[in-house]
């Protein structure tokens, strides 16, 4: 067993348990965006900060990756903390200003601008979508492709997997959804929700601008999510 | 592409057990690129899933899924060399090249990449043309690299590299000279002597270049196979000591003059060779 300190609370949990795990243990809130139950940990959002240790020596770390450890003190929510929290936000804003998720959660914690170039992409790799896929739905259908600026996800040869079942899990968990209706190119599908639906919004001009966050979506009237 | 291939470059990598990054080379340099179909294949043989391959695949730079041409050239864009001006020499390639970077030229003769950091910053701008690395380039010197790549940069290299020097060898049953003055490979004389394989037989020269793998044979030899080496005076076969420490096919030794054994590997592509001086034993 581990005791640490959260915000002057202490805890005790079990060894392996993450920070993040402890925190909410202790109903501490602590947003997060990349990380979800049932799917490893993977540290990509940077959005679940929190401050640990003391003085000139306290850091910043992800709390979702951070194993809990014996007389670690933590601070879920000092000025330092909120600070980082917002330029993360801010910074995905500016990646992905069209996601309900970020665009949520960027309210809620009192982000009301963002002072970088609007990039409008449609995936921000957080990778929920490639777990899911992976450690849940058993197939790897999709993956990261690439690196850097030209990092993306998706199947390989950008074609229709065969392992992918159409289960729609990615779509399911994607904070962007990027991987939303692909019903216009069936060859890339990785979902087939809606194929037999035959849903109106495929004939509606402005499909680029419907988002799958619509739920019930407007167009088509089916729950999106 | 050939299955046949691609399940043969696999099974000398013992299957499963062997790293992805190893057989992902070997492709690689068998077909200058990765097919698609050979990643298919090798993930299907080695339970491995395509998505996984084609991660990695894509993640290195030196992997390639689009077929390159003859010559690979790499212009550094580090930081480095980007402040050195490696920006202007991309677009002196593109201009003379006449094509973009990341592409080939449709002769199939060059393809053109761009590249981060090549760990040598201080003599930048860098580039690197099949494993040859010009230093300082600028806008005039590519012309000169473009020139000396056409006119074949081995050739060029063989002098400047003390690695690689010249042996005479004599057949280590009748003492013959093997050497031909006639028939030069890589411009010095050749080593001829007798190869068979399957239902072929004739002359093969080798390079006597020593570290050269060059060579011309009457007959095309498929790559992987074990030749059968015979002196051209005796017809004995050139029957080495020991077998190929890289492979494990049987090597054929004959002696060099002034003293001392050379050795070879009888796998075509295999690079295996031992020089030993001072040894002889037979
Ligand atoms: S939730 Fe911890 S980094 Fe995304
Ligand atoms: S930047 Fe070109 S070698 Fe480092």
């Known amino acids: 067993m581990i005791t640490l300190t959260i915000n002057g609370l202490e805890a005790t949990v079990d060894e392996g348990t993450t920070v993040l795990e402890a925190a909410r243990f202790l109903g501490l809130p602590i947003p997060t965006l990349c990380h979800m139950e049932g799917l490893s940990p993977y540290g990509a959002c940077r959005l679940c900060v929190v401050e640990i240790g003391e003085g000139p020596k306290a850091k910043i770390v992800s709390s979702c990756t951070y194993p809990a450890q014996d007389g670690l003190r933590v601070r879920t929510s000092s000025a330092r903390v909120v600070r980082a929290r917002k330029m993360v936000l801010e910074l995905l804003l500016a990646s992905c200003p069209q996601s309900k998720t970020i665009q949520d959660l960027a309210s809620f914690h009192n982000v009301r601008q963002q002072r970088f170039r609007q990039e409008h992409d449609d995936c921000i790799l957080c990778g929920l979508c490639v777990r899911m896929c992976e450690e849940q739905m058993m197939a790897k259908a999709i993956g990261f492709r690439g690196r850097g600026q030209t990092r993306s996800i998706g199947t390989p040869f950008d074609v229709r997997s065969e392992a992918c079942r159409l289960c729609g899990g990615c779509m399911y968990v994607c904070p962007a959804c990027q991987l939303r209706c692909t019903y216009t190119e069936p060859d890339k599908a990785v979902c087939g929700g809606c194929a037999n639906l035959s849903p109106p919004c495929v004939d509606i001009e402005s499909f680029d601008d419907m988002m799958c966050y619509m739920s019930p979506c407007v167009a088509c009237e089916t729950a999106a999510h | ?282």
């Open chain 2, 1 to 282: 592409m050939d299955r046949g291939e691609v399940l043969s470059i696999l099974e000398r990598h013992d299957g499963n057990r062997s790293g992805l990054i190893p057989i992902l080379e070997d492709i690689q340099a068998r077909y200058n690129h990765l097919p698609a179909e050979a990643l298919t294949v090798l993930a299907e043989e080695t339970d491995r899933s395509l998505t996984d391959i084609y991660g990695v695949a894509t993640f290195y730079k030196s992997f390639s899924l689009k077929p390159r041409g003859k010559h690979l050239c790499s212009v550094c864009t580090g930081t480095a060399c980007h402040v050195r001006g490696a920006p202007i020499i991309t677009e002196e390639f593109e201009r003379r090249l006449e094509t973009n970077a990341g592409d080939t030229t449709p002769d199939k003769e060059f393809t053109l990449e761009t590249v981060n950091c090549l760990g040598a910053c201080a003599l930048g701008p860098i580039v690197v043309v099949d494993g040859h690395y010009f230093s300082d380039v600028n806008s005039a010197g590519v012309k000169r690299i473009i020139k000396k790549t056409r006119a074949g940069l081995d050739k060029v290299q063989v002098k400047a590299d003390r690695r690689i020097f010249p042996v005479s060898v004599n057949c280590s049953r009748c003492n013959h000279s093997l050497m031909d003055p006639e028939h030069p490979v890589d411009e010095a004389p050749s080593i001829r002597v007798t190869a068979s394989f399957g239902r072929k037989h004739g002359w093969m020269r080798l390079s006597s270049l020593y570290g050269s793998h060059n060579l011309e044979c009457e007959y095309e030899i498929p790559a992987d196979t074990v030749v059968h080496v015979f002196c051209p005076h005796c017809h004995a076969e050139l029957k080495g000591a020991s077998d190929c420490p890289d492979c494990g096919a049987p090597m054929i030794s004959m002696i060099v003059r002034g003293g001392g054994i050379v050795q070879v590997c009888t796998r075509r592509g295999c690079k295996g060779h031992m020089l030993d001086l001072n040894g002889g034993g037979f």
